[in-house]
């Protein structure tokens, strides 16, 4: 077997592929990277570890068939210092030699027989634009549980009812629910997935920026693939298993009418939480007080440092004063991609609503919401 290909094509593709194999595989065979020459002249990487597969094919000026594993960890470290030349790669009995112009390394192969094959893709369900799928899917992972121990906390929700997508998550102290459409291949289409949150983000975050579709398959009851999920895009595909579609009933915890509302400039918010945030400890909040034209952040109390600031805000409502976990208020305002931050409060320990603030004109719910608990204020 022997190819040769551009070295940041080779590079990118090696990079991608790596990125779903595991940290500490349960067998060795799995930290490899199956590398597969084609009769049609396309170089296939691909990795999988039992619950992610990733699978990336190219395009080949010159290659021979044939199959080898090597370690994939190794093999992009290699590709990324390689120097900007074609690179050739050999399969000389049971190693692998890439040469890049003066630079040559010499990989050991593993037993490619003991390598697991790839899942099939189950059926395609749709497709929606990659930067769409990423901006939607980054706004709600955040939210997404990291405890183990907690499984269903750990997923991303996706509902699919004919061509809108409601992507939901929650680690029980917020809940973030964004809406999209897309382009599904029956009308009538309905299904739930409960996404890996981490496995959906890094997949979502690999196929944006592509300026080409993902291609969502997703398999029926019974059908092939069951209990899996896949994604493709621009000659990429990763499939994952699915975790148990058991999940809060999460549109009640969503309140519909609030007694307060308040506008302010989204990068000034994030950056006068950044600095008042710098004197809390990793458990203790901030503090907002609102009043008609203006917000003071505190933080910190008598025995310790201290921080204050105030922020003009458009404030409706009658004064209040509440409290957040800083990291939760300020991954929010991550989220919302506005230059205007909404926060809709009811009391000082009932859930707020963030969003991006909406036009005037504009009397429908917003397409992205980030639910907040509050912290209750001592006294």
């Not at 570890?49 to 068939?65: C, I, K, Q, R």
Request: charged share 25%.
């Amino acid at each position: 077997m022997m190819f040769r290909i551009e070295r940041d094509v080779l590079a990118e593709a090696v990079a991608w592929t790596a990125r779903s194999l595991p940290a500490r595989p349960s067998v060795p065979v799995l930290a490899g990277m199956r590398l597969e020459v084609t009769e049609d002249q396309r170089l296939k990487l691909s990795g999988f570890d039992y619950e992610v597969s990733a699978e990336v094919t190219l395009e080949l000026h010159t290659g021979e068939p044939g199959v080898v594993l090597v370690s994939g960890k190794l093999l992009a470290e290699i590709t990324r210092a390689l120097p900007a030349q074609p690179v050739d790669f050999v399969v000389e009995g049971a190693k692998a030699v890439v040469t890049c112009g003066s630079a040559r390394f010499t990989l050991l192969t593993m037993p490619v027989e003991d390598y697991p094959s790839l899942p099939a893709m189950p059926p395609a369900a749709g497709r929606v634009g990659s930067d769409t799928f990423a901006s939607a899917v980054g706004q709600v992972a955040v939210a997404a549980g990291r405890d183990d121990t907690l499984p269903m906390l750990t997923g991303v929700r996706m509902e699919i009812e004919g061509d809108l997508v409601t992507l939901a998550a929650t680690d029980r102290y917020r809940l973030a629910v964004r809406e999209l459409r897309w382009q599904p291949d029956q009308v009538d289409i309905s299904a739930i997935a409960m996404i890996p949150g981490k496995t959906l983000a890094d997949t979502a975050k690999a196929l944006g920026g592509t300026g080409a579709e993902v291609e969502i398959a997703l398999s029926s009851a019974g059908g092939t693939g069951e209990g899996m999920i896949g994604f493709s895009s621009a000659g990429r595909r990763t499939t994952t298993r699915l975790l148990d579609p058991e999940f809060p009933k999460y549109r009640s915890l969503l309140p519909t009418e609030f007694s307060a509302k308040a506008d302010l400039s989204t990068a000034a918010f994030v950056e006068a939480v950044k600095r008042v945030a710098l004197v809390a400890e990793r458990n203790t909040p901030v503090r907002l007080a609102f009043k008609s034209d203006e917000v003071v952040l505190e933080a910190g109390s008598g025995d310790e440092a201290q921080a204050v600031e105030a922020l003009p805000v458009d404030y409706e409502g009658d004064e209040m004063n509440i409290a957040f976990n800083h990291q939760f208020l300020l991954e929010g305002l991550g989220a919302i991609d506005s230059d205007v931050a909404r926060l809709q409060m009811t009391t000082s320990t009932k859930p707020a609503i963030l969003t991006g603030g909406k036009p005037v004109d504009d009397p429908g719910a917003p397409d992205y919401r980030y639910l907040i608990m509050p912290i209750r204020l001592s006294g």
